[in-house]
Antibody, heavy 124, light 106 residues
Framework: QLQMQESGPGLVRPSGTLSLTCAVSGGSISTNNWWSWVRQPPGKGLEWIGE???????NYNSSLKSRVTISVDKFKNQLSLELKSVTAADTAVYYC?????????????????WGKGSTVTVSS | SYELTQPPSVSVSPGQTATITCSGD??????VCWYQQKPGQSPVLVINEDSERRSGIPERFSGSNSGNTASLTISGTQAMDEADYYCQVWDTGAYIFGTGTKLTVL
């Protein structure tokens, strides 16, 4: 059974860089899936940050694109997120999730496996 | 950018039917999925491709999508169904989540 687990610093200084990793176990990251990051500010809804395919292709939320980098380490079987120039508005629970895939001529866009989330606070 | 609108809250009595809506322009032309999120927990996918119930999800959960509105229906709602629910679509290279609905089982 595929499991995902986020890890990283719980506190980041304003203007600094938020860095998180997501360890994938029980399955390979080099499958026919995209791998996503999603965040949820306290008391608010879900916001998709971006995704990566194991080949290195990425898609990012246009509102965060200038500050986000998502990468995949196939050998460590993990996904990483970097968010630069953070402010208090980036305070949130950050989730990694297994995203969509294509089969034949059809593509399916949903997130069926989620990590437990990593709480990140941006504060001095 | 594409937007999905949900009612902030829905209340239902135990055993009754709860319907949560998700509205978006020509939403029926897209596939909609639904997530359930209980306090302090990660979202759980309950419905994909408008009406496909995920393995392990009770039969009382069902989905539909037509025109500009998708719906998640919970028949015979139980106390354990109290949670936040989010709809989601894929639009022009991005995942879009709905605004979320808090379901209260009174």
């Amino acid at each position: 059974q595929l499991q995902m687990q986020e890890s990283g610093p719980g506190l980041v200084r304003p203007s600094g860089t938020l860095s998180l990793t997501c360890a994938v176990s029980g399955g390979s990251i080099s499958t026919n899936n995209w791998w996503s990051w999603v965040r949820q500010p306290p008391g608010k809804g879900l916001e998709w940050i971006g995704e990566m395919y194991h080949s290195g292709t990425t898609n990012y939320n246009s509102s965060l694109k200038s500050r986000v980098t998502i990468s995949v380490d196939k050998f460590k079987n993990q996904l990483s997120l970097e968010l630069k120039s953070v402010t208090a508005a980036d305070t949130a629970v950050y989730y990694c999730a297994r995203g969509g895939y294509c089969s034949g001529s059809s593509c399916f866009y949903y997130m069926d496996v989620w990590g437990k989330g990593s709480t990140v606070t941006v504060s001095s | 950018s594409y937007e999905l609108t949900q009612p902030p809250s829905v209340s239902v009595s135990p055993g009754q039917t709860a319907t949560i809506t998700c509205s978006g322009d020509k939403l029926g032309d897209k596939y909609v999925c639904w997530y359930q999120q209980k306090p302090g927990q990660s979202p759980v996918l309950v419905i994909n491709e408008d009406s496909e119930r995920r393995s392990g999800i009770p039969e009382r959960f069902s989905g539909s999508n037509s025109g500009n509105t998708a719906s998640l229906t919970i028949s015979g709602t139980q106390a354990m169904d109290e949670a936040d629910y989010y709809c989601q679509v894929w639009d022009t290279g991005a995942y879009i989540f709905g605004t979320g609905t808090k379901l209260t089982v009174l």
